[in-house]
């Protein structure tokens, strides 16, 4: 198969397998799921970025590819996914052999669109929620790392600021006469609507406002668009507040509310979120821009909703054998909380990052879907102070010219199409399903699964997805032989991303078509000639991570031994040397251990003969399969 690195060089994709056995039956004992690890931001050399909209078949919903066959006499298309036919739309008329289009072009498999901009352009946002149950050394340095992100931020980004305590305050950046703020209850759970209609915007407000100009002080444009005009109260650019919330940062102060002795601080995190999502939802319309609520959490939260422990210090916060046991009280409750408010920032098209910067706990495990599903950044530190995390927060405002530039996009929305035979089984990753049914889905399940449609609210240009698919030949093709009749034939996967552009704010569409070869499922040889075990190692390293999570009672020491077992039974050859004896060849001395055409170039000595708990040594440079057993190790023992 070649160089794997170029080929993901060329469209961002690395598969495990890149011959796939034409037979369901035989897919089922290549033991390393059929998958693709595929990074939708990715930078390509050469990327052709066209100012059109993607031509896409009326049947499947795939886009025009290079492998589409074309009759241009006809004005036609045939679909490679489903072989439907289609018109070239009018502006296609005076395209030929010679005149083609370049979706057309055989080396543009991967190519962008910068659709027309429909909607205004959207300048990004930024909520900075600031914790201020902190030493005043701590606070002093999360006041430092804003002021520095504020100098970094362009002037047309706008910002906001809401910090709690025992209670939340939301900070009214366009009143510039002194500090103004809005105060909610800690204690208390808020609605959307509850929050904006306390902060005087969103639609409700509006519409009680009358309309009338003989209102001393209204401007034009409060009178034009009152939603936006009451919106630009806290969110604003930064070159129009940029005194006012350079100020309030300055003017933080250590909760006025002191913690009892023997009692934790008052820390209402999980309220302080959900009010900074609420504004948020009032101020920004859902997807038009790339928002942010940036979280700085130096401690559990103790109060409202989300708490994770009681402020009395007797009660110990819950550790990893209370959840295993489910003997912490407030896990299940905060967990439905924080999935809650993941499932709003995601329909709202918004991210949560997450600096917890403390020696204690911050209640990760609870908020880890809205980190996640959101697209979020996590950042762990034991102060404000540490190096880690000021390098790590600079990095989020570099510039595109700077080294480490993230490139950050947001509000994408992935597609996966494919050919008749392949089945989309499901997704892991930084994404929240979007439930769209189709015959595509598998019936199997992996992950996201049970749609071929999800939503990335963050897409950084490092952010990769797996995608897990499942091979579909019926019983009926499998006896009649039709499935190996298929070998040496192709089929085709096509994702499409469509996301909002973080430095233009215009919607562009990404599309990537591949195709690979059928192989007969008996013809070993050639099936393992295009296994990438790099590949390998991260699809069974993510597999195993979700199943940890999402599995009770599950043992990723025994699941990773009988998977590599598993593989090595399906694919490799034991050669018996002259005079060898059972004893010998268990301490690895005269047996060699080999695969057909060397796919994982490793020699195995078994050094126990039990194979439920057999210890596989590896005398070879590539440390995969090890690396993935250290990888379990780091999640057990320091995530």
Not at 92 to 119: C, D, S, V, W
Not at 168 to 189: I, M, P, R, T
Not at 615 to 636: K, M, N, R, T
Request: net charge negative.
């Amino acid at each position: 198969m070649g160089d794997f690195g170029e080929l993901e060089e060329l469209d961002g994709v690395r598969m495990p397998w890149n011959i796939w056995p034409s037979s369901r039956v035989e897919a089922l004992k290549c033991v390393i799921p059929f998958s693709a690890l595929y990074t939708p931001n990715k930078p390509l050399q050469h990327l052709q970025v066209m100012d059109y909209e993607p031509v896409a078949c009326k049947n499947c919903g795939g886009i025009l590819n290079p492998f589409a066959s074309c009759d241009f006499t006809a004005h036609l298309w045939i679909c490679p996914l489903c072989f439907g036919r289609n018109h070239f739309p009018a502006q296609y008329n005076g395209i030929n052999e010679q005149m083609l289009p370049a979706e057309l072009f055989q080396e543009y498999t991967t190519i962008e669109y910068r659709l027309p901009a429909l909607k205004p352009v959207y300048a990004p946002a930024y909520v900075f929620v600031v914790d201020t149950c902190l030493s005043e050394e701590e606070l002093k340095a999360s006041q430092g790392a804003i002021s520095q992100a504020l100098q970094m931020i362009p002037e047309y980004a706008r910002v906001a600021l809401v910090t709690f305590g025992t209670h939340v305050q939301v900070y009214e950046l366009g009143f510039d006469v002194l500090n103004k703020s809005y105060v909610f209850q800690g204690s208390k759970e808020y609605t959307a609507q509850q929050v904006q209609s306390q902060l005087g915007i969103g639609p409700s407000t509006a519409s009680r406002q009358p309309a009338s100009p003989s209102r001393p002080g209204m401007k034009a444009q409060q009178l034009q668009d009152p939603i936006a005009f009451a919106a630009r109260r806290f969110i604003l650019p930064v070159s129009e507040c940029e005194f006012t919330i350079s100020a309030a940062i300055e003017g933080l102060r250590k909760d006025a509310f002191p913690s009892v002795a023997d009692h934790r601080p008052s820390r209402c995190t999980g309220t302080a979120i959900q009010v900074a999502a609420g504004m948020m939802a009032g101020c920004l319309p859902a997807g038009s821009c790339a928002a942010r609520i940036m979280l700085f959490a130096g401690g559990p939260p103790t109060v409202g909703s989300g708490k994770v422990v009681d402020m009395e210090l007797v009660q110990p916060i819950r550790s990893h054998k209370d959840l295993m046991k489910e003997a912490a009280p407030h896990y299940k409750k905060a967990r439905k909380f924080y999935d809650g408010l993941a499932a709003q920032l995601v329909q709202q098209g918004h991210a949560l990052d997450v600096f917890a910067c403390s020696l204690d706990q911050v209640g990760l495990a609870e908020m880890q879907t809205a980190v996640e599903q959101t697209g979020g950044l996590l950042v762990q530190a034991s102060t404000f102070n540490a190096q880690a995390f000021k390098e790590s927060f600079r990095r989020i405002f570099a510039p595109p010219t700077e080294e480490g530039h993230l490139g950050m996009n947001s509000n994408a929305q992935f597609e996966v199409v494919c050919s008749r035979d392949v089945k989309v089984a499901g997704l892991l990753g930084s994404a929240a399903s979007l439930e769209a049914k189709s015959s595509a889905v598998a019936e199997q399940q992996v992950g996201l699964g049970g749609t071929t449609k999800w939503r990335l609210a963050s897409l950084a240009q490092s952010t990769t997805v797996g995608v897990f698919f499942e091979i579909m030949t019926s019983k009926k093709q499998e006896s009649a032989g039709l499935a190996d009749g298929a070998a040496g034939q192709t089929f085709y996967i096509q994702f499409i991303t469509k996301y909002l552009n973080g430095q233009t704010g215009r919607t562009h569409c990404r599309v990537s078509t591949i195709t690979r070869q059928w192989v007969e499922g008996g013809n070993l040889a050639t099936l393992i000639a295009g296994f990438d075990q790099e590949a390998a190692a991260v699809i069974v390293a993510r597999l195993a991570t979700h199943k940890m999570e999402a599995e009770e009672d599950f043992d990723a020491t025994r699941w990773l031994d009988r998977t590599l077992i598993r593989y090595i039974d399906c694919t490799a050859e034991v050669a018996w040397n002259a005079g060898a004896k059972w004893a010998d060849c268990c301490l690895g001395t005269h047996t060699t251990w080999t695969t057909s055409t060397l796919v994982w170039p490793h020699i195995f000595a078994i050094k126990h003969t039990c194979l439920e708990r057999a210890e596989i040594v590896l005398h070879a440079p590539d440390l995969c399969w090890l690396s993935l057993h250290f990888g379990y190790w780091y999640h057990q023992h320091v995530h």
